[in-house]
């Protein structure tokens, strides 16, 4: 018994270390011993062959039955019992090219994010010209990088004039979308008139302002980003406020944002959810991006930290009002109860806005609040899992209802003949526990280096060794941090 138990173990083991399919171009691969997830919300079902024929899922079966394919295709990946899903999706991603001053080089966030299942995102914000630049190399194949849809930002308040300005030269640059953030009424009007006139998709960031989420329905806007503008939506009359609340001041902005929730009125609350739903509005919570405000402690001593964190995002979390999101100068032991208040209602209304028919997808928005590349998404799932949501349903919101959201549901998001071949293939079964899906060296409970973690990220039929991305980027951290020595959340 324990000289079998061995073998299987080594076997295991074996196929994780094997890298040698890493970034191979090549034009057929079979998939062997997969327990597959379609990602519509369908069991697992297995064990599987799939067949992947120039990027795309040719065919997909029992093993038994389709033995000549074992015998026809030269190259194989031995899933070995694991788990396939479709890649991951994440929509709420900022490419950044440095951080506080500190050069963050590609390809950090790019190994991270596809080491963490990501085959696509979503770039709401960025050096637009290079991203664009990266978008085309990555559909090249040119470097190593999930497929990105390129959606710049418009913040704040602008002239009609100005607007029509801006979002032609972006139409010219063949950009997938916009993203607007902390428009009054009228700029928000005029911004999404203009977005429908070059039929581009519109994510917005809605915050505590002059608009809500009555206006993203009454536009049609493709996502709300985070969630401010939907209980605003239901408020009876305004958020009530101390007298000395600044909105400019982001203690005071996260703090009180913690008490909007409650102050929502529930039947104003479900008249906003159905409409959003009837406009085909649909929510990218990243609910990910608040947890620190729940539990400051948890995020501040995040396992990966050691590891993978950056010396550039270490100096950006330091509590400052110069960094978008470094709030944590003044945080109490009573906000952090309101923001767990906060959460079950906001749980609530997911769960509600979903049983309504509303789409829900995910996003991390990673690179702000103790939030790092790939990790943050992975804890979104877990935080959907927590709203509510069973895992299967929870990687459909990361699968398939994000690619229909970003107009690609018919080619990706799914393990299906005749789809897009963007797969992840897990040592372990994630809908029995989505806490495999961390990279192996991570594993809270285990310590197990045979068990858990995404062993291979494949996207357009290319396989990518996660193993030997999060290695090349534990040198990267290495180097910078000898350059930039923070000492803020990791000392060595
Ligand atoms: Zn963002």
Known sequence: MRTIFWFFSFLSFAVVADNSLHNQKIDELLITDAMVVVGVGTPPEGPYDIHIKDGIIKQMGNSRVDSDLRKSVEQHLNADGGYVLPGLINMHAHTMYQRAGIDMAQPYQHYLWLACGITSIRDLGSDLDETLKQREQSAKHEIIAPRMFVYPGIWGNHLEADLEKTITSYHKKKVDGLKFGMMDKQTFTAASKLAKKYGLKVANHVGVEDMNAWDNIKAGTTTIEHWYGVPDAALKGVQNFPPDMNYSNELHRFRYAGRLWREADLDKLDMVLQGMVDASVAWNPTLVIYEASRDLQRAISSPWFNDYLHPGLEKFFQPSADSHGSFFWGWTTTDEVFWKNNYQIWFKALRDFAEK????????????????????????????????????????????????????????????????????????????????????????????????????????????????????????????????????????
Do not use: C
Not at 396 to 401: M, S
């Open 357 to 492: 028919g509303g789409i829900i997808t995910t996003g991390e928005d990673a690179g702000y609040i103790y939030q790092v590349f790939g990790f943050g998404l992975l804890r979104e799932l877990q935080l959907q899992q927590e709203a509510g949501f069973h895992p299967l349903e929870v990687i459909k919101h990361a699968t398939v209802n994000s690619a229909k959201v970003l107009g690609q549901g018919e080619k990706l998001g799914q393990v299906r003949i005749g789809y897009t071949a963007d797969l992840i293939v897990v040592n372990g079964n994630p809908i029995a526990d989505l806490s495999v899906l961390w990279p192996r060296n991570i594993q809270p409970l285990t310590g197990d280096e045979s068990t858990g973690g995404i062993i291979w990220t494949i996207k357009d039929g290319i396989p990518y060794h996660a193993p030997t991305m999060l290695k090349a980027v534990r040198e990267m951290v290495k180097t910078s941090r000898a350059d930039n020595p923070i000492n803020y959340l990791v000392t060595e």
